[in-house]
């Protein structure tokens, strides 16, 4: 008796281990059949190209109940069926093969015929589990280990709520990783900077556009590697003394329970980056945590980073969209937007100053812009939509 106790809390904790990604199932299903003295044990997990098992290997057997026998399987269809009208009295529940279906039915089946009898399903027994669907638990016997009995009952139904749980842990987190990935190509395709940080300043998370400010001479920052000890990892830097104080100070601020700030970093070349300090969201520092694979939940702090003095602007073939321009209108409005004169723009495309000066009337009226000036805050909203170039 201590050792079935014993196997069994071992194989609750296999179970859990499973369900948080740190173990194996196949591990969970070589317990389950080593208590109940089974061959075989069933848990769909269901997914495209029909269901897997995720308690054993993919053999012969495994293989042909996915491609086929699975729709003919009497035990399945009655959980299906149970699972739809009374989900919470058969919940954690387990009965023997001969409650669920009639023994003189299963014996003339499909599946019993063609693929149980081969395969060491003769004898059952079924604890029902599932979230969204059926999800049961079939362990099974060939005819030479005979029956199961109410000592496998209890001990499969000792089990069950064990399972369930695991398998809410499960999908909760494969939908957290589907969300973090989600996030994090979100943020990648931003044209701003966006990075998140912890109090110390070492870097949680940085999208594309982040790194390549950090890694260029305009940005006024640095990755800073500290050595291979507890803690380390890359750190947020400012150039010079005093914006690296105010970095501080803002972070400081944001990770404590305050508003955060802006400032504005000079590179030694003496372009400029300005940079906004908030409070991470909370979705977004769950995904960040996520993305880590958990860790200490901390509060994070939330960088806006885009270059001050670096003229941005949009791409002709979304101005040609947006405002039906033509193709030679959309060049003009993306010269116009760079901070070229009216003059500049004839010069350079080898046309007359009133032929330039026709093209910006158009450009104005299909974009509704009162003025260059009016029309200047337009392309600067639309030049933030358009994703970042490779």
């Not at 005819?143 to 369930?164: C, K, N, S, W, Y």
């Not at 969300?179 to 070492?202: E, F, M, P, W």
Request: charged share 25%.
């Amino acid at each position: 008796m201590a050792d079935i106790e014993r196997d069994l809390a071992d194989c609750v904790g296999a179970i859990y281990q499973a369900g948080s990604g740190d173990g194996s199932w196949h591990d969970v299903g070589e317990r389950i059949c080593r208590i109940l003295e089974a061959r075989r044990v069933l848990l769909n997990a269901g997914g495209p190209g029909g269901p897997g098992n995720l308690l054993m290997p993919a053999d012969g057997s495994e293989m042909a109940y996915a491609a086929h026998f699975h729709k003919a399987d009497p035990y399945a269809a009655k959980a299906r069926r149970d699972f739809a009208q009374a989900r919470s009295y058969h919940m954690g529940n387990a009965k023997l093969g001969a409650e669920l279906v009639v023994e003189s039915d299963f014996l003339r089946s499909e599946f019993y015929v063609d693929f149980a009898r081969h395969h060491e399903r003769r004898h059952v027994i079924g604890g029902m589990a599932g979230i969204a669907e059926a999800t049961p638990v079939l362990v099974f016997r060939g005819d030479d280990a005979g029956a199961f009995d109410e000592t496998h009952i209890r001990l499969l139904r000792a089990l069950m709520p064990h399972v369930q749980r695991a398998l809410e842990l499960r999908l909760r987190l494969a939908r957290d990783e589907h969300a973090a990935s989600l996030t994090q190509a979100a943020v990648n395709a931003l044209t701003v900077g966006v990075g998140v940080v912890d109090a110390s300043l070492r870097i949680r998370f940085v999208n594309d556009m982040a790194r390549r400010y950090l890694a260029g001479p305009d940005a006024g920052l640095v990755f800073r590697r500290s050595g291979a000890f507890a803690g380390s990892g890359v750190y947020l830097a400012a150039l010079s003394r005093d914006d690296a104080a105010r970095l501080r100070r803002l972070v400081s601020s944001a990770t404590s329970g305050g508003a955060g700030g802006s400032m504005r970093l000079v590179a030694r070349d003496g372009s400029a980056l300005a940079m906004m300090v908030t409070p991470a969201p909370q979705r977004l520092a769950d995904d960040v945590y996520t993305m880590e694979g958990g860790g200490s939940r901390e509060p994070l702090a939330l960088l806006i980073l885009r270059p001050i003095d670096r003229k941005v602007s949009p791409q002709a073939d979304m101005l040609c969209e947006m405002f039906d321009f033509s193709r030679a209108e959309a060049e003009v409005a993306v010269a116009l937007s760079g901070g070229a004169s009216a003059e500049d723009v004839a010069r350079g495309r080898g046309v007359s100053l009133m032929t330039v000066r026709t093209q910006i009337r158009a450009i104005l009226g299909k974009s509704e812009a009162e003025n260059l000036r009016d029309f200047e805050r337009t392309m600067a909203t639309v030049a933030l939509l358009a994703p970042p170039s490779p």
